[in-house]
Structure formats: C-alpha cells, structure tokens
C-alpha cells in the first residue's frame, strides 16, 4: 500500500492567517491526490483532486498544489468555519490510502 | 444533490457478522459512472478504505480485510450493503459509505461521504 504522510499533525492559526499542510506519499502518485475537510462530528467534505482542481462550491481561498510525492493545501485568509480536519487522499492506486489529519485550530 | 444515508445496528458482538446498508437518494446506483465505496475511521488506525461495488456487481475490497468483507448492491431498492465477519474489537469504528468519482485522468477519488455511523463491538 502507499503511505500517506501529513505534516504537521496539528497546527494554530488565527482567522485571516495563511495556512500550509503539506503531503508526502511514498511512491509516486502523480497527480492523483485529493483533500478533504472533517469538521467535528460531520461528514468528511471533498475541496480538491487531482491535486489542485477545485470541487464545484468550495470557496477560492482554498488551493492545492504539487505532484509526484510532494503535495500542499494551502488556506488563504482563514475563516471561523475552516478550523477543522484535513485529509490527503492518494487513489493512483488501490487500494486508497489517506494521511494522518492535519488538526486547525484557531490561536 | 446526492445523499448517502448509513444504517446498521450500532452494536455487535464479537465473533459476529457486522451488517450496515447504505441509502442512496437523489441520484440511481444504476446510472453507472460512479463506484461505491465503504470506509471506515478509528482513532487509532486512522481512515480505512473497505472496497467498492459498482452498479454491475463488480468489487473490489482492501486486502488486508478481503477475507472477512463482501459489499453488495441492490438496484431495486438503491441502496448497498457492506458485511464483515468475524468482528473483534478491532473493527469498532465510524463506517461511511461514500461515492467515487473518476478525474480527467481516469482516476476514481473518493468525493462524497455519507454522514458515518458508529459500530461498537462489544460483548
């Protein structure tokens, strides 16, 4: 299986901050990477795939970058409701594996 | 909008056969396109991607659980159904049913989850 690798696993920020979490696999994946958002005792939230497209509906602020191992989500101007959960997901090949989480909490 | 809606016994006992159904509503298993999936969240290992049925039949199940799973459909009633056997305490966790979507590339991700639904084991 692929390993997903995500870092850090919790991070402190404030509202209007930029955040970065970064995602490593441990094989290439090439662009078949996906994030999502878990807020808590919600249902997971699909934001990006094939590493950088948006979902339809998911705010701009949010951004997804790279390819081969290394990945990031990137979070511009932070909102109340982005403190939450995320999730690398690699599904170049099965079977799907995820990352760790990365926990957000507000500062 | 599609809606995903788990159901099950939230308790089983170990040994047991855990038995959950997923509810699709606002779209049809049958249309295709889409693979249906199960996964499952512990707090100590994590997320774990179960398998998928597409609307055919077809599967696919996670080797470290192919022995004890089986997923299936029913069109008729636009639900799928996942089963796991021989249950230990292990296999307490949330369980999402979920829909996946294939990108430019070909690639099936998963895109849409259900809400989960808690499954303890315990005697």
């Known amino acids: 299986d692929i390993q997903m690798t995500q870092s850090p696993s919790s991070l402190s920020a404030s509202v209007g901050d930029r955040v970065t979490i970064t995602c490593r696999a441990s094989?290439?994946?090439?662009?078949?990477l996906a994030w999502f958002q878990q807020g808590p005792g919600k249902a997971p939230k699909s934001l990006i795939y094939?590493?950088?497209s948006l979902q339809s509906g998911v705010p701009s602020r949010f951004s997804g970058s790279g390819s081969g191992t290394d990945f990031t989500l990137t979070i511009n101007s932070l909102q109340p409701e982005d403190f939450a959960t995320y999730y690398c997901?690699?599904?170049?090949?099965?079977?799907?594996?995820f990352g760790q989480g990365t926990r957000l909490d507000i500062k | 909008q599609v809606q995903l809606q788990e159901s099950g016994p939230g308790l089983v006992k170990p040994s047991q056969t855990l038995s959950l159904t997923c509810s699709v509503s606002?779209?049809?298993?049958?249309?295709?396109?889409?693979?249906w999936s199960w996964i499952r969240q512990n707090p100590g290992k994590g997320l774990e991607w179960i398998g998928y049925?597409?609307?055919?039949?077809?599967?696919y199940y996670n080797p470290s659980l192919k022995s004890r799973v089986t997923i299936s459909v029913d069109t008729s009633k636009n639900q799928f159904s996942l089963k796991v056997s021989s249950v230990t305490a292990a296999d307490t966790a949330v369980y999402y049913c979920?829909?996946?979507?294939?990108?430019?590339?070909?690639?099936?991700?998963?895109?849409?989850w259900g809400q989960g639904t808690l499954v303890t084991v315990s005697s």
């Open positions: 979920a829909r996946e979507l294939y990108d430019t590339s070909g690639y099936y991700y998963v895109h849409y």
């Open positions: 997901q690699q599904y170049r090949t099965y079977p799907i594996t």
């Open positions: 094989q290439d994946i090439s662009n078949s």
């Open positions: 606002s779209g049809s298993l049958s249309s295709g396109g889409y693979y």
């Open positions: 049925i597409y609307h055919t039949g077809d599967t």
């Open positions: 094939s590493a950088s």
